[in-house]
């Protein structure tokens, strides 16, 4: 054997160290890995020398450090910062009623200790970012990118090439996803993939958001698949390929993916040799350091009375208007779906065909028009739309329909 | 030709799959599906009608961008192009954010 060198990849670099012995519970846990010529007792071995580091908890990371626990990788690193919400329960089946509440990191470190309490979970309950993030990933051998947010996921991308570490990616959106094995030295990065994030105005709104829970554990456990590929040196990986997975016509094909030679990490002459400010990359605000990140990146405003010259109103003006009989008029800017869900009995208008309907809205004009949606953010941008079209008297309902039934309305169900 | 039309830019196609678009070059057919759905180009290209470099176009298995003749590649009828922006879970939007999916 060769001693290890630092540009091999992973099967090689668990190979080259004196693997750890299995234990006589271990082997009869493992007994059907162990009669898998594929495996056998030293694929085994390599599995419990592994580490492998799960950035998020959520969706993606769920199925994947579970099954990484349930087959008998030595070491789980998991990535996160935030707490388990009652929402997250659709999909995230790391986490359970129990543990709402909990550090997602906590809580996860529950569920894989109860599946294999062998596993050791080193817990990161942070946010990554370019000042942690190659310190947090060096210690592992592989790294499994399961983030919904262009900003990490260009960061753990450039941190991968530049460890030359494996990344398992994963990308869910709605009913489909995507996968591939990035960052290996041979094989493309997502950069040779999407040189550039696309701008934030022109992602899809709010409101065509949404993922059918299953979706993430189906796209997970194909990260979770290659992960392990990677660790035993079996099969083939996605390097250089692109899995898309359509759930609703549950098709599934592989695109080929080329090493583009002009690309700035990873090709020939890199121009990004360092980690980069991400945030500025993908033209976001940085997340703020106080109050959820949602407030942070949406600028859903709650007490500033003013914004974009925008007024906001709160939920108890809007009530006491109401009460009042005052002559307002409240337009509702979410989606169809969502007014069965919970709704104010206003008009709906969804935020994206304001601008083909204003027509209907003329009549207003020179009223008090108070728009709202769910949290306030779509809200905001309808009424900017409206003020640009003439609307002289328009305001935003902070907090939305979330507000109205934290403060107003507690009978009313949050989404 | 077919065009498979990614989740993401349905709302642009009237919430089609795929569509059916003629043209001799894949050029052509970028045309003439941006004509038909008017909305899809800005999502699909800058002002100066360059392909925007987060959404790849696929004819058949191929990136476009490493064929020789690129947009300029002759296709036909039974020729299948696909449209494969990047994404980024479920909470793409902007409302709602956590670190994971």
Known sequence: MNGPTKDKKMPTAIEEIALPKLSNEEIARYSRHLILPEVGMEGQQ??????????????????????????????????????????????????????????????????????????????????????????????????????????????????????????????????????????????????????????????PSCAEGGVLGILPGLVGVIQATETIKLILGIGEPLIGRLLLVDALGMSFRTLKLRKNPECPVCGPNPTVTELIDYDQFCGVAPPSKVGPLEVARDKAVGDHPVVDGVPQITVEELKRKLDAKEEIFVLDVREPHEYPIANLGAPLIPVGSIEGRIGELVAQKNSEVIVHCRSGARSQKAALILKQAGFTNVSNLAGGILAWADKIDPSMPKY | MKIHIPTPLRSYTSGLETVSVPGATVDAVFQQLTITYPELKQHLFTPEGKLRSFVNVYLNDDDIRYLESKQGTAVNDTDELTIIPSIAGGIICNEVGSISQ
């Open chain 1, 46 to 203: 390599k599995l419990k020398a592994a580490k492998v580091l799960c950035i998020g908890t959520g969706g993606l990371g769920a199925p994947l450090a579970m099954y990484l626990a349930a087959a008998g990788v030595g070491t789980i690193g998991l990535v996160d910062f935030d707490t388990v919400d009652a929402s997250n329960l659709q999909r995230q089946i790391i986490h359970s009623t129990a543990t709402v509440g909990k550090l997602k990191v906590d809580s996860a470190e529950i569920m894989l200790k109860g599946l294999n309490p062998f596993l050791n979970v080193v817990k990161h309950n942070t946010m990554l970012t370019s000042a942690n993030a190659l310190e947090i990933l060096k210690d592992y051998d592989v790294i499994a990118d399961g983030t919904d947010n262009f900003q990490t996921r260009y960061l753990v991308n450039d941190a991968c090439v530049l460890l030359n570490k494996p990344n398992a990616y994963g990308s869910i959106f709605r009913f489909e996803g995507q996968a591939s094995v990035f960052g290996t030295k041979e094989g493309p990065c997502y950069r040779c993939l999407y040189p550039e994030p696309p701008p934030p105005g022109l992602v």
